[in-house]
């Protein structure tokens, strides 16, 4: 039941940063479009509820990372019992979590907290 | 049993010979799009600011430019990929799930290909 979770969430965190790379896009033309628009997109990744979309975007892209590693790995013929995946399984979230937490620290400037 | 001629039951789900080759495209995006994203986190958080100056400055450097220009592809064609199989998997009425690859396709292309132009710009365009 577990493994089936982390399967599922491979896909749905996959698909969130799909949707994150059309913000990118908008993020890099509103740069090239020139100040004026980059100024108006600025105001719009400082809201609150698109921070919180870029936090979520930072965990999908951890946890599709490590889960990431985990399929190559299984494509490679390793880890594939069942002992093995539920143990890796737990990995990825803890590793995902802790890049995730780490890397909010190291944007807590860039994120607006404590400037 | 079904009456329905065979060709009639698979049109619309792909070439039986494209597996393969998409199989292999996403582990080479993958690989790719990992190890840029990992140089994209490390950048936007070590850059010196976010404001559109900053930006160009570091555009300005080839190979910041060149590995950006890497980190849209792979990630827009392991993206691409990973949509795809999603509306394969779950879209099961054919013709929503044939107007919905194509929509996906053609929305990478667009968004990508936007992304990649301002880079460009940024990179070449006089400073800010």
Redesign the interface.
């Known amino acids: 039941m577990y493994t089936m979770v982390l399967s599922i969430s491979h896909?749905i965190s996959?698909?969130f940063?799909?949707a994150g790379?059309?913000l990118?896009?908008a993020w890099?033309?509103a740069?090239?479009a020139g100040?004026p628009a980059?100024e108006h997109a600025?105001g719009w990744f400082a809201l609150p509820w698109v921070k919180l979309v870029l936090v979520g975007w930072?965990a999908a892209?951890w946890y599709h990372?490590f889960a990431?590693?985990r399929?190559?790995a299984w494509?490679a013929g390793k880890g594939l019992d069942k002992a093995s995946a539920r143990r890796s399984g737990a990995w990825v979230v803890v590793l995902a979590v802790l890049a995730t937490v780490g890397?909010l620290l190291?944007?807590l400037p860039?994120l607006g907290v404590g400037s | 049993m079904s009456l329905r001629p065979a060709l009639g039951t698979v049109l619309g789900s792909g070439s039986a010979r494209a597996g393969v080759e998409h199989w292999w495209s996403q582990?080479v995006s993958?690989?790719a799009s990992?190890l840029l994203?990992?140089w994209f986190?490390y950048t936007?958080?070590t850059l010196p600011s976010?404001?559109?100056v900053a930006?160009?400055a570091w555009l300005a450097d080839p190979v910041s430019a060149t590995l950006m220009l890497l980190f849209l592809l792979a990630?827009?064609w392991h993206?691409a990929l990973?949509?795809q199989v999603?509306i394969e998997d779950y879209v099961h009425h054919k013709a929503l799930r044939v107007l919905g690859l194509l929509a996906a396709r053609y929305l990478?292309l667009l968004?990508?290909g936007?992304?990649a132009?301002?880079?460009l710009?940024?990179s070449f365009?006089e400073p800010?």
């Open positions: 896909r996959g698909v940063q799909s790379l059309l990118l896009a890099l033309v740069a090239a100040e980059y600025s930072l892209f990372f990431g590693l399929h190559l494509d890397c190291a944007a860039l | 582990r993958a690989v990992a994203g990992l986190i936007l958080l976010l404001d559109r930006l160009i990630t827009f993206s990973g949509v999603v990478h968004a990508g936007a992304a132009v301002s880079v710009k940024l365009g800010a």
